[in-house]
């Protein structure tokens, strides 16, 4: 408890508006704390950040093995990352002894922690990050997550090989390797831990009271959603359908219409992933830098628009439409996201990101057996046909947004300039 003190005094000696400035008196003073311990400097958020982006690494590097943060003082994301470890290990529990039922439950665990600690990560973002700050940071997040993703499809091929040559072919092998996988969740729970620490003190040294802004999943609050808020839920299902289940079936897509081998296939089938790597950080800086998140958005869904279209109706070279698909979801992430926490308010944060995760898997679950009927019954110039249809209502739900944020004065366009004067007036 002395220790809390002294750590609290050390950090608001001069006054919080001294600590949060980095001010002269706060530096000078000898008992002030270092800049990677102190909750108000950038130090200790980047390193809070680079938590997060390890956390859904951990998620993605293991949610494809086969081809809300609640308010609970930080014990809710340390129980999502336990479902996650837990669901992982009954999942190559099921391999080693070849029960295919235990493996479904091993995934069915796995996904209620999976899917709510994605809600997690997304909250301790707008926790912890502010204003024009958000769009860099969910294009790191989806960066690292897009590196686990890239990792697992490089990685496990060979480590099932080496773990074959050893035990030999088998259901015990696959289990053996899925088990080596349940390393990346043990990660993920170490970061949620370290998160839930780091938050905790946060609040405790600097006043936050966070607790008191009703900051909670409750789902009455659904009712008191916008209309912009609605759109943007339509924009990330419409867009996400078109995208996910399309990669899921590529691979057979390009080895069928363009002859590829099964390697070259796989390889233009993960350029997505490969390209939103790099691309997320530096589109979250950009929008950071200009704001204009609708035109943005604008931009990605028509430039997936064009993707489709190039796959669909033409026999180009497929490494120019999903080297556009990359782009374009890597912007899409980095300007959609974060306009969610320009819409609404901060108590209902958790209820709106967890209720726009929750559609988004509905709707990839549904369009995913819609996808495969199509496939079976019409084949792939079809299938391109009804993700197009998805990517223009999409594009109509853009559009909508533009208008009806034009006519409420809304700030989801505004420039990084305009978001920064807004926060001067408010401020005053």
């Not at 006043?207 to 959603?225: A, C, N, P, R, S």
């Not at 590529?250 to 363009?258: L, Q, R, Y």
Request: proline content about 3%; overall charge neutral.
């Amino acid at each position: 408890m002395e220790e809390e003190e002294e750590e609290a005094r050390a950090l608001l000696a001069n006054g919080p508006d001294e600590a949060g400035r980095g001010g002269p008196a706060a530096a000078a003073d000898p008992g002030a704390l270092p800049a990677l311990c102190d909750p108000s400097r950038l130090a200790h958020r980047l390193l809070v950040l680079l938590l997060m982006c390890f956390l859904g690494f951990a998620i993605f590097a293991t949610i494809i093995l086969l081809p809300f943060r609640p308010r609970l003082n930080g014990w809710g994301t340390i129980i999502f990352s336990c479902f996650i470890c837990i669901g992982q290990v009954v999942f190559a529990l099921g391999g080693i002894f070849n029960a295919f039922w235990l493996m479904e439950f091993g995934r069915f665990v796995f996904g209620i922690g999976g899917e709510s600690l994605a809600v997690a990560q997304n909250t301790y973002a707008v926790s912890w990050f502010k204003g024009k700050e958000l769009n860099l940071v969910f294009g790191l997040q989806l960066s690292m997550a897009r590196i686990g993703s890239t990792v697992n499809m490089n990685l496990m091929g060979s480590l099932y090989s080496k773990v074959e040559a050893s035990w030999g072919s088998g259901h015990t092998t696959l289990g053996v390797t899925l088990m080596m996988g349940a390393i990346t969740c043990i990660l993920s729970l170490i970061c949620a831990l370290a998160l839930a620490y780091l938050d905790q003190r946060a609040e405790r040294i600097l006043h936050k009271e966070q607790g008191k802004t009703g900051e909670v999943i409750k789902l009455t609050d659904v009712k008191d959603f916008s209309l912009p808020l609605w759109l943007i839920f339509i924009i990330c299902v419409c867009y996400y359908v078109a995208v996910f289940p399309f990669i899921g079936l590529g691979k057979v897509f390009f080895t069928e219409k363009f002859r590829f081998s099964s390697q070259a296939a796989s390889a233009i089938n993960s350029v997505v992933y490969v390209i939103s790597a790099p691309m997320s950080p530096i589109f979250g800086l950009l929008v950071d830098k200009t704001g204009k998140n609708i035109i943005w958005v604008l931009c990605a869904v028509v430039t997936t628009l064009a993707s489709h279209m190039l796959l669909a109706f033409t026999l180009w070279n497929p490494w120019i439409a999903m080297c556009l698909l990359g782009i374009s979801y890597s912007l899409l992430a980095c300007a959609l996201w974060p306009m969610v926490a320009f819409v609404v308010p901060e108590h209902q944060l958790g209820t709106a990101y967890g209720f726009m995760q929750s559609i988004q898997n509905l709707g990839l679950a549904i369009i995913s057996i819609i996808a495969g009927m199509i496939l079976d019954t019409r084949g792939y110039l079809f299938l391109e046909v009804f993700f197009i249809a998805c990517v223009s209502l999409s594009l109509l739900a853009v559009v909508l947004l533009y208008l009806v944020n034009r006519a409420q004065g809304g700030n989801l366009n505004y420039s990084a300039r305009q978001r920064e004067e807004m926060k001067v007036s408010h401020s005053e």
